[in-house]
């Protein structure tokens, strides 16, 4: 079962807009969750991670927001570019089992010029 | 500095035949996974490496499907035999444990139809 659900699937967002990424995982013991980017034709890159002793980090025009208790945590793209246009994935990992990835099912995030 | 590189990027074959896909990690790392994408399932973990010694593959459909890492610079996936439910775009990655920061390097993919 996937162990990390990923919201909405798809997106528009117009340039200059702000496109909001929702993710929420049950395994407590998660204490590392990146999200990656994929562009068509290409494989996923990490864009940014944060592990759950912060509650938000940011990254330029990128934001991660994390709740613990809520076990939720979302990616924020701020002033959308159309060279953003991917697909983001968000993932968890808990450091005791060797970093092994458990993925979202993805959100492709289209910016409209 | 060269990343993930995989082979081929593309393959078609027709239901039954021997399918091969290889990788070359990202030299110096010693963690290799391999994943497959597909629109149903998303990135579908199916098996990991570390040190070359496979540690978990439980991800691995079935019987089909096997992994090999002969050494740190090469991994090949194979399935045999191939069905029209395994095309998918298989995903090579690699990392490093010492430190391991948790970041994945991914390769392009290799896109497999089988008819």
């Known amino acids: 079962q996937q162990q990390v659900k990923q919201s909405p699937q798809s997106l528009i967002v117009q340039k200059g807009g702000i496109s909001i990424i929702n993710c929420a995982y049950e395994n407590t013991a998660f204490d590392y969750f990146p999200w990656y980017q994929q562009f068509p034709g290409k494989g996923p890159a990490l864009l940014i991670a944060i592990r759950p002793d912060v509650s938000e980090k940011k990254e330029g025009r990128f934001t991660i927001s994390f709740n613990k208790s809520a076990k939720q945590f979302s990616l924020h793209i701020m002033d959308s570019q159309p060279g953003d246009s991917a697909t983001y994935f968000c993932?968890?990992?808990?450091?005791?089992?060797?970093?092994?990835?458990?993925f979202g099912a993805g959100t492709t995030v289209t910016v409209r010029a | 500095d060269a990343g993930v590189i995989q082979s081929p990027r593309h393959e078609v074959t027709e239901m039954g035949q021997e399918v091969t896909l290889r990788c070359k990690p990202i030299?110096?790392?010693?963690?290799l996974f391999w994943y497959r994408q597909t629109m149903m399932r998303g990135l579908e973990l199916l098996i990991y490496f570390n040190n070359n010694v496979p540690i978990d593959d439980s991800g691995m459909p079935e019987d089909r499907f096997s992994a090999k890492m002969p050494n740190a610079s090469f991994s090949t996936l194979k399935i045999q035999p191939s069905e029209p439910r395994d095309s998918a775009v298989y995903f090579c990655a690699s990392n490093w444990d010492l430190p391991n920061t948790g970041e994945l390097f991914f390769g392009e993919g290799s896109r497999l139809t089988v008819l």
């Open positions: 030299s110096g790392h010693n963690s």
């Open positions: 993932a968890a990992s808990h450091t005791s089992n060797d970093y092994k990835l458990s």
